[in-house]
């Protein structure tokens, strides 16, 4: 079955230190994202990218990179620069396309990052 | 900016109907769309609308007035396991930036 997979499922970091999430789908999708929710509030857009090694900022890009260097493949990177990581992050893909259909977002399981 | 508006927790009776409001203000509107997350889990698509009026799929369906700004998801025959927080997002551009609510809590009771 088609899918998006997230890993680790659970991190912890100590403050200063840089973690990696994974994130890897098999939807053949063109388009994927990073979002991050906090309790009680919805998500934001950290980083999306549209096509093969090309990436755009989001609404809260600050302290956080990513790379695009297969279809399948979207890690994202909570460097030491991020403030306040604690939080869910997840990973969604989409088709790419002008109807609003083919953005329908589909989403990974999710990672929960806390910082000790 | 982007502004997206709902109600931060509803309660309703489990066989009841239940209507899910969400007002927006964007820079910018290719879609609005509903997901549904339960708690500690991803959100799962439930529903969009483009032009106005309404969609509907089963027990769920979705309004749209895009000159008011506003939408609704209405659930049919309640169950509990439509206990559940309910997002709101608007596709901003066709490029497939979508802006979020911070999304309504539905807890159905007995």
């Known amino acids: 079955d088609g899918g998006i997979t997230q890993s680790p499922k659970y991190l912890f970091r100590k403050e200063g230190q840089n973690v990696t999430l994974s994130c890897e789908q098999n939807?053949?999708?063109?388009?994927m994202y990073w979002y991050r929710q906090d309790p009680g509030q919805g998500l934001r857009l950290i980083y999306y990218?549209?096509?093969?090694?090309?990436?755009q900022k989001g609404d809260i890009a600050e302290g956080y990179s990513v790379s695009r260097e297969k279809k399948e493949s979207f890690p994202l990177t909570v460097t030491s620069a991020q403030k306040n990581p604690t939080a869910f992050y997840l990973c969604?893909?989409?088709?790419?396309?002008?109807?609003?259909?083919?953005?329908?977002?589909?989403f990974g399981a999710g990672s929960r990052l806390t910082v000790l | 900016g982007q502004n997206i508006d709902q109600p931060t927790e509803m309660t309703a009776t489990e066989g009841a109907i239940v209507q899910i409001n969400c007002t927006y203000q964007?820079?910018?509107?290719?879609?609005l769309f509903w997901y549904q997350q339960h708690a500690g889990e991803a959100p799962t698509f439930l529903s969009y609308?483009?032009?106005?009026g309404l969609e509907e799929k089963g027990r769920f369906s979705s309004f749209l007035s895009r000159s008011k700004g506003y939408s609704y998801l209405l659930l049919k025959e309640l169950q509990m396991k439509d206990s559940a927080s309910y997002l709101c997002?608007?596709?901003?551009?066709?490029?497939?930036?979508?802006?979020f609510g911070d999304g309504t809590t539905l807890t159905v009771k007995p």
């Open positions: 969604a893909s989409s088709i790419v396309g002008g109807s609003a259909g083919a953005n329908v977002l589909t």
């Open positions: 939807l053949n999708h063109d388009a």
């Open positions: 990218s549209q096509i093969v090694n090309d990436f």
């Open positions: 964007t820079s910018g509107f290719n879609g």
């Open positions: 609308n483009v032009l106005d």
């Open positions: 997002a608007v596709l901003v551009t066709n490029a497939g930036k979508s802006t």
